[in-house]
């Protein structure tokens, strides 16, 4: 089955039903948690709040609608460094994916509404071969130096079945690298993730992938507005094994 189509006004926002544009729109939602094969976790979608307007809200927006596209309905998906999960949540609530978060550290705003994999090493999960259909590797790489992406990236393709959804930060000038290294601090102190700045080009990246045995059959660059406003680029790589 064909995934839904995404709506031009995304109706969710990190798992919450925002501001919906008609009745029909909520009951869309509604009909695809219910109808996920499996059962999907309580996504709280008929608890209405008030709209949550921020750069960390309108950046689950912007990158949600990206991935989504690449990803069908039931779907088994590991997001790998996870983080807090907000975006799996978000996925979980616009398509129907069943996501499963894996990280070394167990953030205290993370989403429990999924199940999590605490990873003991980060080039391991401890999950079996294939595990799942997808694999998303969300603003990870670059936390890591460049020697240990690509132990990353093997462990993420070992549990991939179907594919891998790649988003990295690909500075394409000098000025692109220095609002890059300044929103990677900036964004990341909270946390205290690493930032070894180990940025690569949109060019570099397919010569890694395919060391992985993994070929490149999307890429898509754009700069994004939330919460960087648009000051470096961003590439989506969509992977599939060769």
């Keep these: 089955m064909p995934p839904p189509r995404l709506r ?9 039903l925002v501001r919906p544009a008609t009745r029909a729109d909520a009951d869309h939602v509604t009909e695809l948690i219910a109808d996920t094969p499996g059962g999907t976790p309580d996504l709280g979608l008929k608890r209405h709040r008030l709209p949550y307007f921020s750069p960390v809200f309108l950046r689950d927006n912007e990158v949600g609608n990206r991935v989504a596209r690449h990803l069908t309905r039931g779907e088994q998906v590991l997001d790998y460094g996870a983080g807090t999960g907000l975006i799996s949540r978000w996925l979980a609530g616009a398509i129907g994916i069943r996501p499963t978060l894996a990280d070394l550290v167990e953030y205290g705003n993370r989403r429990r509404d999924f199940p999590f994999l605490k990873m003991e090493d980060p080039f391991h999960v401890p999950a079996p071969d294939g595990a799942f259909d997808v694999v998303l590797l969300l603003f990870v790489l670059h936390h890591n130096p460049y020697e240990a992406q690509s132990k990353v990236l093997a462990e993420a393709a070992r549990l991939a079945a179907r594919r891998l959804i790649v988003l990295e930060d690909t500075p394409r000038s000098r000025l692109d690298l220095v609002f890059n290294v300044f929103w990677d601090k900036v964004l ?39 919460p960087t406003l648009a000051t470096y680029h961003h590439t989506l790589f969509v992977l599939e094994h060769e």
Excluded: Q
């Design 8 to 16: 031009t006004n995304p109706l969710l926002v990190t798992g919450v």
């Design 188 to 226: 990341n102190l909270r946390h205290r993730i690493p930032t070894p700045f180990t940025f690569r080009s949109v060019e570099e990246w397919p010569a890694v992938f395919m060391g992985h045995g993994l070929e490149a059959v999307h890429v898509e660059t754009y700069r994004p507005k939330w």
